[in-house]
């Protein structure tokens, strides 16, 4: 029975890999000589060439394969893949490698080799110093101890002290660094539920999380692990209750910190997503000027590593050009010039939809939706809107689904649809109403779309001067006025009093901002 990729594992792996990936595997079948072996290469061949999992397939190209031992046989296969990719990733993936050499030495240990043993150990201890990796150090001090203690002469007080304190010192570090990242996981977790805080109960309920398990720590006196944490911490914190300028604050010392260690080109994913956070903060405060700095460094990154990173960086590195190019647009307000290129990120990210994350899914489709809103291509824009509200998954980002729900009201108002502009308005009120989350914001809009077949054309332009009012009335308050970091209505209800198009208001305040 045929089933989707989803439910095949074998099947999304082979199709991960790259094509040097692939070849190492070909030149590793190549060498298997065992008959029976060469039944799961015949498998490979099989799964490569089908564009989705079909079991029948299958069999119809493997006539003596019985469907008995095809569950063993994608077992064993899926092994092979996998021992072929790590050996083919050994050089480029220092995790990987230092846990090979951690293995070498275990092995040289137990054959009571222990000179060899600790040659390598202090060749591996210099690798995880230059990566930063504290891990690593701490299960090399333990072998290290081992073996020094088999040093029955040579053993000494001054040997046995140092590697006391350096363990005290490291196991300090290590539980500093993962109390931060246990902490920065508990609040993107509330993030990716709810999105920024809603009230003032919940932005105390955050505060209390937060500093309740705030590890005890001293900023002057870091170690790397220590403020990567920390920011990656601090960062979801101030996203959390909006304070968009501490955001930018952490992410600066987060890029920096991997500058001044030179890991930028060790490291790339995890100096990527900050960077891709720090763009993300300043397009929250506006600041074109430094956005666009840090932009031309996300397009210099490009150039020097993309053929040199690994699949899953590659992917990141897309999703970020992608998102924060739309940012870009949204910041000058010139949806034509950038409209070309940003078609071309979106395809591209299409094409590996499959391994991106759904919030970064919901973000990107969100920001298409407004990409095309603004190039006056609506049923794009209402298409991508679909894919964020009909997302199956009813707990992941409440707020930008809902603002999604408001967006794509505007659009069918703007179409002049008013039969599906009644249907979508029902939705929508039931949706917020369901999750607790409509707000002053939610319920204006809400009520002036339901007036709106009522209301004469020479009456329009007076009451979408009276929504306007209503808006800024709402501005002072944080949490009312968050909807308008998801979309420039105020810009759309210009647009609509001066008879202009959306992209043309956007773009003057764009360049009178600047």
């Known amino acids: 029975m045929a089933k989707t990729s989803h439910a095949q594992p074998l099947f999304q792996l082979i199709h991960a890999l790259t094509k040097s990936e692939k070849r190492s595997f070909k030149l590793y079948a190549g060498k298997v000589s065992d008959p029976s072996e060469a039944k799961f290469v015949k498998l490979f061949d099989v799964l490569e060439g089908m564009e989705a999992y079909d079991e029948d397939q299958i069999f119809k190209k493997m006539p003596d394969l019985k469907r008995s031992q095809l569950a063993n046989m994608k077992s064993h296969l899926f092994k092979q893949v996998l021992m072929v990719l790590r050996q083919s990733q050994i050089k480029t993936d220092v995790d990987i490698m230092l846990r090979e050499n951690l ?6 240990f137990k054959k009571g080799l222990y000179e060899q043993s600790m040659k390598m150990l202090q060749k591996t201890k210099a690798t995880a110093n230059n990566y930063k990796k504290n891990i690593f150090k701490l299960a090399l001090l333990n072998y290290e101890k081992n073996i020094e203690n088999q040093q029955m002469l040579s053993l000494d007080q001054t040997t046995c002290l140092k590697l006391d304190k350096d363990t005290k010192s490291l196991l300090r570090k290590i539980n500093v660094a993962q109390a931060f990242f246990s902490l920065a996981l508990r609040m993107k977790a509330h993030f990716l539920r709810s999105g920024m805080a809603r009230n003032e109960d919940e932005l105390e309920k955050i505060n209390k999380i937060f500093y309740g398990n705030l590890p005890e720590h001293d900023k002057t006196h870091l170690s790397f692990s220590e403020q990567y944490n920390m920011c990656r911490a601090y960062y979801w914190f101030s996203y959390l209750t909006q304070d968009f300028t501490s955001c930018v604050k952490y992410t600066e010392i987060w890029v920096s910190i991997f500058k001044e260690s030179n890991l930028t080109h060790l490291r790339h994913a995890e100096f990527l ?9 300043l397009f929250r405060i506006n600041d074109v000027d430094r956005f666009s700095i840090y932009y031309e460094e996300l397009l210099e990154f490009e150039k020097l590593y993309a053929k040199a990173i690994d699949g899953n960086s590659k992917q990141l590195l ?5 998102i924060q190019t739309l940012n870009k647009c949204f910041l000058e307000g010139d949806f034509k010039q950038y ?5 071309r990120y979106l395809g591209k990210l299409e094409e590996s939809l499959e391994y991106v994350d759904s919030n970064n899914q919901l973000v990107v489709f969100y920001k ?3 990409l095309y809103f603004g190039l006056g291509k609506y049923e794009k824009s209402l298409a991508y809107l679909d894919r964020v509200i009909d997302n199956k998954n009813d707990q992941l980002r409440e707020d930008l689904k809902s603002f999604a729900y408001i967006l794509y009201l505007i659009v069918l108002y703007d179409m002049r649809d008013l039969d599906n502009l009644k249907t979508m308005r029902n939705r929508a009120f039931v949706y917020l109403r369901q999750r607790n989350i409509l707000g002053q914001f939610h319920h204006i809009i809400l009520q002036f779309l339901k007036k709106t077949e009522d209301i004469m054309p020479l009456d329009l332009k007076g009451e979408l001067i009276t929504l306007r009012t209503s808006l800024q009335g709402l501005l002072e308050d944080k949490f009312e006025a968050k909807p308008l970091l998801y979309f420039d209505i105020m810009s759309w209800l210009e647009s609509k009093i001066t008879s202009r ?5 956007v773009k003057e305040l764009a360049e009178s901002k600047h």
């Open 103 to 108: 293995d070498y030495v275990r092995l040289l």
């Open 273 to 281: 997503r900050g960077l891709n956070r720090l763009l993300q903060s």
């Open 318 to 322: 897309v999703r970020c050009l992608t």
């Open 339 to 343: 409209g070309p290129k940003l078609e």
């Open 368 to 370: 298409a939706a407004i």
């Open 501 to 505: 198009p959306f992209h043309e208001v």
